[in-house]
């Protein structure tokens, strides 16, 4: 990897755009395919949990445990699972069908399990107010009113989200719907459709996971130097029909990844957070912050070995003395082999691409809709990612313990006594999305699916035309976002809206709003 790395920088390739890829490229990022040769470990796929039916109830059984896993040859890591010892099963959901949970905490520690990008009553959402303590069961139900498309769904506890989910608090959901279901997309669960969850971690000498052991962690949020696929290191799949479905889950903590083949082949995004996108996008790399998901198809007809990878991004933060530039300079600058791919020597023929997917349109907006303003901050070093205004003082334990940055949405620290924002129901909103900080930050709003107005004035990129519930804010940025609030009244529970890098979710960049 350091070779390849090299070779990159001698062709002046050091800091790639993550579009426009030279064709150079595809010589360079070739290396990777000797590197891969020591990718020697199954891909492993999440048990699919299909719940059992009851009287048109849908149940499912989750029991988040601690556990303990070989990941790295010759050592073993202590680790958090649900009904497993590492990530969970992957469940798969139908839309329309009533679902009913229960989450029981064998843990001797306070989590939650939230139903990432569902639309369901805030008191079913498993978020910080919906703690699970050591030894007790929480029993949610709601109906499953998902387009078909891939989510998550992964622990929200307070100030310590980051680091369950690094121990591994999260699995993968899929909704079928019959729309999805006529498309004729591959769609046979760990044969010609694949879960990526794809994750960054560090592990100490003796094999343990090393959580915020490094001070820019504090800044930047966790990033790992191995990465995970599924739980695996070094993973190899083995494609047995030419056209494979992989839903991608950036389940990182706070790496953005890029992916791409390390032939520079193209593949098609027909999904994005919420569902299937309008028509098939075909990409060469598609950039995932933590928290987003893409369903991408790609088509191993040429019978030949490739390697998923994550790509160097371009960075123009400024170089400077001191701290801050180094870590900022650093994001995402490391490129990744991901997954192995050595195609079966006969391939079957499964499925064809359709041109169109579904309906979606674009938002249509009007002089009448509230449009709110979200600036996304972080302090360094002193409070001075807080304005601390009235009903923010006062309070313990700021910067979620990791003693780094001081995380803020419109000057103020997530407060679970506070509410942040009232929406009055059966209304559409605008929200203006900025970010004053130095580096990007992956904004999630639960209660639904949004679309993505503009970035700063522009319409977005095809592949971020769909249904999003995680959208990348670059620093400086503008991004306007329309959503539509409806459904669930309730002013005593409210939703969470924040960044999905883990580390400052905890340390304060969140939010809470009620619909009323
Ligand atoms: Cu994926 Cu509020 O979280
Ligand atoms: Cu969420
Ligand atoms: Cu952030």
């Given at each position: 990897?350091?070779?390849?790395?090299?070779?990159?920088?001698?062709?002046?390739?050091?800091?790639?755009?993550?579009?426009?890829?030279?064709?150079?490229?595809?010589?360079?990022?070739?290396?990777s395919a000797v590197d891969a040769a020591?990718?020697?470990?199954?891909?492993?796929?999440?048990?699919?949990?299909?719940?059992?039916?009851?009287?048109?109830?849908?149940?499912?059984?989750?029991?988040?445990?601690?556990?303990?896993?070989?990941?790295?040859?010759?050592?073993?890591?202590?680790?958090?699972?649900?009904?497993?010892?590492?990530?969970?099963?992957?469940?798969?959901?139908?839309?329309?069908?009533?679902?009913?949970?229960?989450?029981?905490?064998?843990?001797?520690?306070?989590?939650?399990?939230?139903?990432?990008?569902?639309?369901?009553?805030?008191?079913?959402?498993?978020?910080?107010?919906?703690?699970?303590?050591?030894?007790?069961?929480?029993?949610?139900?709601?109906?499953v009113m998902q387009n078909g498309g891939?989510?998550?769904?992964?622990?929200?506890?307070?100030?310590?989200?980051?680091?369950?989910?690094?121990?591994?608090?999260?699995?993968?959901?899929?909704?079928?719907?019959?729309?999805?279901?006529?498309?004729?997309?591959?769609?046979?669960?760990?044969?010609?459709?694949?879960?990526?969850?794809?994750?960054?971690?560090?592990?100490?000498?003796?094999?343990?996971?090393?959580?915020?052991?490094?001070?820019?962690?504090?800044?930047?949020?966790?990033?790992?130097?191995?990465?995970?696929?599924?739980?695996?290191?070094?993973?190899?799949?083995q494609p047995t029909t030419r056209l494979?479905?992989?839903?991608?889950?950036?389940?990182?903590?706070?790496?953005?990844?890029?992916?791409?083949?390390?032939?520079?082949?193209?593949?098609?995004?027909?999904?994005?957070?919420?569902?299937?996108?309008?028509?098939?996008?075909?990409?060469?790399?598609?950039?995932?912050?933590?928290?987003?998901?893409?369903?991408?198809?790609?088509?191993?007809?040429?019978?030949?070995?490739?390697?998923?990878?994550?790509?160097?991004?371009?960075?123009?933060?400024?170089?400077?003395?001191?701290?801050?530039?180094?870590?900022?300079?650093?994001?995402?600058?490391?490129?990744?082999?991901?997954?192995?791919?050595?195609?079966?020597?006969?391939?079957?023929?499964?499925?064809?691409?359709?041109?169109?997917?579904?309906?979606?349109?674009?938002?249509?907006?009007?002089?009448?809709?509230?449009?709110?303003?979200?600036?996304?901050?972080?302090?360094?070093?002193?409070?001075?990612?807080?304005?601390?205004?009235?009903?923010?003082?006062?309070?313990?334990?700021?910067?979620?313990?990791?003693?780094?940055?001081?995380?803020?949405?419109?000057?103020?620290?997530?407060?679970?006594?506070?509410?942040?924002?009232?929406?009055?129901?059966?209304?559409?909103?605008?929200?203006?999305?900025?970010?004053?900080?130095?580096?990007?930050?992956?904004?999630?709003?639960?209660?639904?699916?949004?679309?993505?107005?503009?970035?700063?004035?522009?319409?977005?990129?095809?592949?971020?035309?769909?249904?999003?519930?995680?959208?990348?804010?670059?620093?400086?940025?503008?991004?306007?976002?329309?959503?539509?609030?409806?459904?669930?009244?309730?002013?005593?529970?409210?939703?969470?809206?924040?960044?999905?890098?883990?580390?400052?979710?905890?340390?304060?960049?969140?939010?809470?709003?009620?619909?009323?």
């Amino acid at each position: 990897m350091i070779n390849r790395r090299r070779t990159l920088q001698a062709l002046g390739l050091g800091a790639l755009s993550a579009t426009g890829l030279p064709g150079r490229l595809s010589r360079a990022a070739a290396q990777s395919a000797v590197d891969a040769a020591t990718f020697a470990n199954t891909l492993a796929i999440p048990p699919l949990e299909t719940g059992r039916l009851e009287s048109g109830v849908r149940h499912y059984a989750l029991q988040v445990q601690s556990g303990n896993r070989q990941f790295l040859p010759n050592t073993s890591t202590d680790t958090l699972g649900i009904n497993g010892d590492y990530l969970g099963p992957t469940l798969l959901l139908h839309r329309d069908e009533q679902v009913a949970f229960t989450v029981n905490n064998q843990l001797d520690e306070a989590t939650s399990l939230h139903w990432h990008g569902f639309h369901l009553p805030a008191s079913e959402d498993g978020g910080p107010h919906q703690q699970i303590g050591p030894g007790q069961t929480w029993s949610p139900s709601f109906r499953v009113m998902q387009n078909g498309g891939t989510f998550w769904y992964h622990s929200h506890v307070l100030h310590n989200a980051g680091e369950q989910v690094f121990r591994g608090l999260a699995g993968m959901i899929l909704v079928n719907d019959a729309a999805e279901d006529t498309l004729g997309l591959p769609r046979d669960y760990g044969i010609d459709d694949i879960p990526l969850i794809v994750q960054d971690r560090r592990f100490a000498a003796d094999g343990s996971f090393s959580y915020m052991s490094i001070y820019d962690d504090m800044v930047k949020g966790m990033h790992g130097d191995t990465i995970l696929v599924n739980g695996t290191w070094q993973p190899a799949f083995q494609p047995t029909t030419r056209l494979v479905r992989f839903r991608l889950l950036n389940g990182a903590n706070a790496r953005s990844f890029t992916f791409a083949f390390s032939d520079g082949r193209q593949f098609s995004q027909v999904a994005s957070d919420g569902g299937l996108l309008a028509h098939p996008v075909a990409l060469s790399n598609l950039e995932l912050a933590p928290g987003e998901r893409a369903e991408i198809i790609a088509d191993f007809s040429d019978g030949r070995d490739v390697t998923l990878v994550s790509l160097p991004q371009q960075n123009s933060f400024p170089v400077f003395q001191g701290a801050m530039s180094r870590i900022m300079r650093s994001l995402n600058a490391q490129s990744f082999d991901l997954l192995h791919i050595s195609p079966a020597a006969t391939l079957q023929d499964n499925a064809t691409l359709p041109l169109q997917l579904a309906a979606i349109g674009r938002p249509v907006i009007s002089e009448q809709m509230q449009v709110r303003q979200l600036r996304l901050s972080m302090g360094f070093g002193s409070r001075s990612g807080e304005d601390r205004g009235p009903g923010t003082g006062a309070r313990t334990g700021l910067g979620g313990g990791h003693g780094g940055g001081h995380s803020s949405i419109n000057g103020r620290m997530m407060d679970i006594d506070f509410i942040n924002e009232t929406v009055p129901v059966n209304t559409t909103e605008i929200w203006e999305l900025t970010n004053d900080s130095p580096m990007a930050h992956p904004f999630h709003i639960h209660h639904g699916q949004f679309q993505i107005l503009d970035r700063n004035g522009r319409l977005p990129p095809a592949n971020e035309l769909g249904w999003k519930d995680t959208v990348k804010v670059g620093s400086g940025e503008l991004v306007r976002i329309v959503m539509r609030f409806e459904d669930f009244p309730d002013e005593s529970n409210p939703y969470m809206y924040h960044c999905h890098i883990l580390e400052h979710e905890d340390q304060g960049m969140m939010g809470q709003f009620v619909v009323v």
